[in-house]
């Protein structure tokens, strides 16, 4: 069941959280199948023992009444029939075929994999991804982080994360770490930094969240007009020259366009345009650009709003300028455990923009491997030659998190064959051909690979805390069954492999590279093939860690000083460690004078010159903020709060606060709109209208509303609670660039019920 520590007589298992991406290590202890109590794990190498609220209470999760442990088949009235796991997988091994067989592999448009913690069993679906030929796949990342990942790619080629447990300054765009963390300990960092005179918070938002109101310096925007701020900030810096030119001449190149039009911006009239003083704007940029140490981290609040890709631009100009990079309390780029976006299994695509790829109908970019989520119905709702004809999900619900969920359901309709993996029978799978149910995050051994930190960086293997529930499966023994019917590899290779693994592991390392060596296609279905050769030899239950002895051995070779470094001479040490130490190891260890090292440019220097951006914050002397005359509110759809969470929590109770997710106005608008403190609201977009309960707050603005995220999911005791945000984005608002959705910028109205 995995390993634990006696307190007081008692068992506890370790694993970890699975609402965000720090994975904070918890440690959890049963009663029968509940989960009787969730505590942080003081062993785990980044979290120190710290947990917010949310993972007490991850038995909603576990336990709830949602759960599926049936395969089931959509009959030809619409309904669903139960159905055995071997009936499943040969009749979606055939329709797959088929569906290969007459349209070819990349008419499969595979989306997920890796949600709720689980990306473990992604590795395992990029090796069907491989075995069927798919060129299309896309995930969560798409409507978030892509910008952002394209310009880190012309930067620098890799990710950046700030030291903020040292920082003297830190800066905060776009984002509420009080509420969505994302940097680990975030809220007692966050106290420690409020209460030191020394230091400096900085936070630009339209709201006054959590974090902001802790913040030395609160840059509240009107909504829209953060690419305004950022820029003034940034023209401070320059005509002041408040640069650092030591470090620009030492670790950049092209540096020159961009503080060209820096110079010229009229720092006051922007200041005008988003509704900060200018005053306080030069404060903020004076401060960042004198401190010892400064770190930035954008989020959402930017990236899924107008401007989002030259925002990530301006974000990283901000720390680039003042050479607040490679120290103690500044930014750096890190080592990766495995990679979360990427080229897909059949095809390529780099994140510096040197190859572009675009998709086959509307000729979206595609950055980082991902097709932008907001063309996906459009590849699909079309009489397009080259539309997708079928769809695997996994492990995600993108049928309620994709903007415009009515047009991602009538893209469902349209697929010829679409499958979906979860834990429930989601408002995705709902709509889907074949529903397979899985285990669950707690009932398999499972790791995330949102490893982002520096200059020590962990990674955690999770054992099981329970069996998993009869007629579930874990996603690698999903894929086996699927690639075994597809016929995907030799079984004489396996039985030759197998034979390797049984003899020993130098033996099998050897003939295992060997044989991938002599056929690169191999690749693509290695953790499929590791599966069967070495996992044969392990016990059945950890039988899906096979695939983390390749990524180890890749890890070892990807960063061989650093991974010795940290104590493992090389990818079999690396991989024993990991499979033996539960609540987390350190993988790389570093100092701080290797952090160039993962500067994936050959002079190891910046690449700062990027002609689009730069015409982009040219062009922002001209342009006016977005605005829609018969929506005259901005809505943000999606808010982090205290009682809210990914969709895996779909059961209302876990809610001790909020359980509707109210909709937040300001006293303002309110008193305007004729609306008072729980009543209730019509709020209409472009795209739909709801119905949500009133939350008068002077943390929005006047014109500024918001949603949470979380909710309108449905429920068998419960039914549907709270808005669905997705209901009413629209597909048309996007980022030019990246595709992202402004879904932190939806026009809307609204009117007392």
């Given at each position: 069941m995995g390993a634990h520590n006696e307190v007081s007589g008692e068992q506890w298992h370790p694993s970890a959280c699975i609402l965000c991406e720090c994975n904070c290590g918890i440690e959890i202890q049963l009663d029968g199948r509940r989960f009787a109590r969730v505590r942080g794990d003081k062993r785990h190498p980044s979290s120190a023992g710290y947990t917010c609220e949310k993972p007490l209470r991850l038995d909603h999760y576990q336990n709830g009444r949602h759960r599926l442990t049936t395969p089931l088949r959509r009959r030809a009235d619409g309904e669903y029939e139960e159905i055995d796991w071997d009936t499943a997988i040969d009749e979606i091994a055939a329709r797959l075929s088929q569906v290969r067989a007459t349209y070819g592999g990349d008419k499969i448009f595979f989306y997920g994999g890796g949600g709720q913690g689980n990306h473990l069993g992604a590795v395992y679906n990029r090796a069907l991804q491989a075995a069927l030929g798919v060129r299309y796949f896309s995930n969560a990342l798409a409507q978030e982080k892509t910008g952002e990942m394209w310009v880190d790619g012309k930067l620098y080629g890799g990710h950046t994360k700030g030291d903020f447990e040292h920082a003297e300054v830190v800066v905060f765009v776009g984002k509420n770490p009080w509420q969505s963390h994302s940097f680990p300990r975030a809220r007692p960092t966050l106290r420690e930094i409020a209460k030191d005179a020394a230091r400096t918070m900085i936070v630009l938002d339209p709201r006054r969240s959590e974090t902001a109101a802790m913040a030395d310096i609160h840059l509240q925007v009107r909504p829209g007009t953060d690419a305004w701020c950022l820029a003034a900030m940034l023209a401070v810096i320059v005509q002041e020259d408040l640069v650092d030119h030591g470090f620009l001449a030492a670790h950049t190149t092209g540096t020159e366009p961009a503080r060209a039009v820096l110079a010229e911006v009229p720092i006051d009239t922007y200041a005008q345009r988003c509704g900060v003083s200018g005053e306080l704007i030069k404060t903020a940029a004076r401060r960042i650009a004198t401190a010892g140490s400064a770190a930035v981290y954008e989020d959402l609040g930017v990236q899924q709003g107008p401007h989002s890709t030259l925002m990530s631009y301006l974000d990283k100009l901000l720390w680039i300028l003042t050479g607040n990079f490679?120290?103690?309390?500044?930014?750096?780029?890190?080592?990766?455990?495995?990679?979360?976006?990427?080229?897909?299994?059949?095809?390529?695509?780099?994140?510096?923009?040197?190859?572009?790829?675009?998709?086959?109908?509307?000729g979206a970019r595609i950055i980082s491997g991902l097709v932008p989520c907001n063309s996906i119905a459009e590849e699909i709702v079309t009489d397009h030659a080259d539309r997708f004809r079928a769809m695997w999900i996994d492990s995600a619900n993108p049928a309620h998190s994709l903007t415009d969920s009515e047009s991602f359901r009538r893209a469902m309709r349209a697929l010829e064959l679409t499958v979906v993996v979860d834990v429930a029978f989601t408002e995705t799978a709902r709509h889907a051909d074949y529903v397979l149910p899985a285990a669950s995050q707690f009932e398999k051994w499972e790791m995330t690979f949102f490893n982002t930190e520096f200059p020590r960086n962990a990674v955690q293997l999770r054992p099981p805390v329970l069996d998993p529930l009869p007629g579930t499966l874990p996603e690698p023994e999903i894929y086996a069954r699927l690639l075994r019917a597809l016929r995907a590899v030799d079984p004489r290779l396996i039985a030759d492999l197998t034979a390797a693994a049984k003899t020993g592991r130098q033996e099998f390392t050897t003939a295992f590279f060997a044989a991938v060596g002599a056929d690169a296609a191999l690749l693509g279905v290695a953790p499929y093939l590791l599966y069967e050769t070495l996992g044969a030899t392990m016990p059945e239950r950890q039988r899906g860690t096979a695939a983390v002895w390749g990524l180890a051995q890749l890890c070892a070779m990807a960063y061989p000083d650093a991974v010795r470094r940290a104590g493992h001479p090389d990818g079999n040490a690396l991989f024993d460690a990991i499979i033996n130490t539960p609540w987390g190891v350190t993988f790389t260890a570093d100092s701080w004078e290797d952090v160039w090292t993962y500067v994936k440019r050959p002079d190891r220097r910046f690449t700062v010159d990027i002609p689009e951006l730069t015409e982009q914050l040219r062009g922002l002397r001209s342009a006016e903020p977005f605005s829609d005359g018969e929506y005259p509110l901005v809505l943000s759809a999606g808010e982090r709060r205290a009682f809210t969470a990914n969709t895996i929590y779909r059961d209302p109770t876990w809610r001790r606060r909020d359980p509707a997710g109210a909709l937040r106005i300001s006293p303002e608008d309110a008193q305007r709109l004729g609306l008072h403190d729980g009543g209730l609201a019509r709020v209409t977009t472009a795209a739909g209208t709801a119905q949500a309960v009133v939350e008068i707050t002077d943390m929005m603005q006047p014109g500024h509303i918001s949603l949470p995220n979380g909710l309108g999911v449905d429920h068998p005791d419960h039914g549907r609670v709270g808005v669905a945000p997705n209901e009413l984005t629209s597909l048309e608002l996007r980022d030019a660039f990246a595709g992202t959705p402004w879904h932190k910028h939806v026009p809307a109205r609204v009117e007392a019920v």
């Open positions: 490679g120290k103690p309390g500044a930014m750096f780029v890190h080592s990766t455990f495995a990679a979360i976006a990427g080229a897909s299994a059949g095809g390529s695509g780099r994140s510096d923009g040197t190859r572009v790829r675009c998709t086959p109908v509307t």
